[in-house]
């Protein structure tokens, strides 16, 4: 079983990568978070993975960090939600904010991500809210206030027609400024540029 890969990164897909580990090219398929987030082909990368065994293949799914593992592997636990549903899920919403979603039981939040309803956003809350308990609570070093402030970035960004991933793009790539305390009015136009980008 690979739970971890590191190696050069040797192409890069829209829905995977190819890494060569000891030249030994592993395709592992990414979430789109995961895929921004990876440096240009030829450097290093570590992955977090989990291994899919099944009768006709094996294939792999790579992560940034063991957060997004866990909540991969509690949404593939789930009936119904295959490994590819569970990556859109994680390509739709960060894994931290995906477990806050799901033990506030916020089904409007879930709603957002591409291919969740009202129905299967309720059968995460079900299914998945004890699971996540430990993922939903705030980390080391995180300012109280901060799940509020991010909770007004993604409103105000909503209120303006913003929906989506667009917005979920925007939170997460602002979530460090937002746990330094930086004001909304100067954190809501660089969320503007990034979703209109």
Request: aromatic share 4%; hydrophobic share 45%; proline share 4%.
């Amino acid at each position: 079983m690979i739970a971890w890969l590191e190696g050069r990164l040797l192409r890069k897909m829209s829905d995977a990568v190819v890494v060569d580990v000891g030249g030994v090219g592993y395709m592992v398929f990414v979430t789109s978070k995961v895929l921004s987030r990876l440096p240009p082909e030829g450097s290093c990368v570590e992955l977090e993975i989990h291994t899919q065994v099944r009768e006709d293949a094996i294939q792999l799914f790579g992560f940034q960090d063991g957060d997004e593992r866990e909540v991969f592997e509690a949404l593939i636990g789930m009936s119904g939600i295959g490994p590819r549903a569970a990556v859109m899920v994680l390509s739709g919403l960060d894994a931290r904010e995906f477990a806050r979603a799901v033990c506030s039981g916020d089904l409007a939040r879930l709603c957002l991500i591409p291919g969740v309803g009202k129905k299967k956003a309720g059968r995460m809350v079900l299914d998945l809210k004890e699971k996540l308990v430990p993922l939903a609570q705030p980390q080391k070093g995180e300012q109280a206030g901060a799940s509020a402030n991010l909770e007004d970035l993604r409103s105000a960004l909503t209120n303006l027609g913003f929906r989506g991933p667009d917005v979920e793009k925007a939170v997460v790539a602002l979530r460090e400024k937002v746990a330094q305390g930086v004001d909304l009015d100067v954190l809501l136009p660089e969320a503007l540029k990034l979703v209109r980008g």
